[in-house]
């Protein structure tokens, strides 16, 4: 279920199909960001996310681990409106990261009507000389700082934020 420009490694492509969501070189995602098409959503750590990445991304740290992803993805229908965003990529450290897998299977489950998953991640991002902007990864999401307060602040915080980085 690639972007059908493509050919992409077979382990990928049946990720994506066994997924539910689409694979999308960098420079496609670049392409489709730049017209406003796509929602760039970075599952990096906070601290990759601050020394480079896509320009407009929401900075959506998701561990690495499958016990904390799953405390953590059911938040991703808060951090971002499927009904706003046109169609919605992830994108993590390079080909052999699972976060993006991760993330992009949770965004079919609620509900996005098109997920995708950027092929290589930022490793593929920077071989392809695309741009990157450096800066903090906002409070955008809640944390994971404790079993079962995922909230980072015990339930204090401002709620996290619900709109569109890029597309919407």
Same mark, same amino acid.
């Given at each position: 279920?690639?972007?059908?420009?493509?050919?992409?490694?077979?382990?990928?492509?049946?990720?994506?199909? $066994?997924?539910?969501?689409?694979?999308?070189?960098?420079?496609? $995602?670049?392409?489709?960001?730049?017209?406003?098409?796509?929602s760039?959503?970075?599952?990096?750590d906070?601290?990759?996310?601050?020394?480079?990445?896509?320009?407009?991304?929401?900075?959506?740290?998701?561990?690495?681990?499958?016990m904390?992803?799953?405390?953590?993805?059911?938040?991703? @229908?808060?951090?971002?409106?499927? $009904?706003?965003?046109?169609?919605?990529a992830?994108?993590?450290?390079?080909?052999?990261?699972?976060?993006?897998?991760?993330?992009?299977? $949770?965004?079919?489950?609620?509900?996005f009507?098109?997920?995708?998953?950027?092929?290589?991640?930022?490793?593929?991002? @920077?071989?392809?000389?695309l741009?990157?902007?450096?800066?903090?990864?906002?409070?955008?999401?809640?944390?994971?700082?404790?079993?079962?307060d995922?909230?980072?602040?015990?339930?204090?915080?401002?709620p996290?934020?619900?709109?569109c980085?890029?597309?919407?």
């Open positions: 279920m690639g972007d059908g420009t493509r050919e992409f490694p077979v382990g990928l492509q049946r990720q994506a199909e $066994a997924g539910g969501y689409g694979l999308l070189a960098p420079d496609e $995602a670049w392409r489709r960001v730049r017209a406003g098409a796509l760039m959503v970075d599952v990096r906070a601290a990759q996310y601050e020394v480079g990445h896509v320009p407009g991304a929401l900075c959506f740290p998701l561990p690495p681990t499958w904390a992803r799953l405390l953590r993805r059911w938040w991703l @229908h808060k951090v971002l409106c499927a $009904a706003r965003c046109p169609s919605v992830f994108v993590c450290d390079g080909a052999t990261s699972t976060r993006s897998d991760s993330a992009a299977r $949770a965004a079919v489950v609620q509900g009507a098109v997920a995708y998953r950027i092929a290589g991640g930022m490793d593929a991002w @920077h071989a392809a000389g741009p990157v902007e450096f800066g903090p990864c906002g409070p955008c999401a809640p944390s994971v700082d404790a079993v079962g995922v909230s980072g602040r015990g339930g204090q915080g401002a996290p934020r619900t709109t980085s890029g597309g919407g």
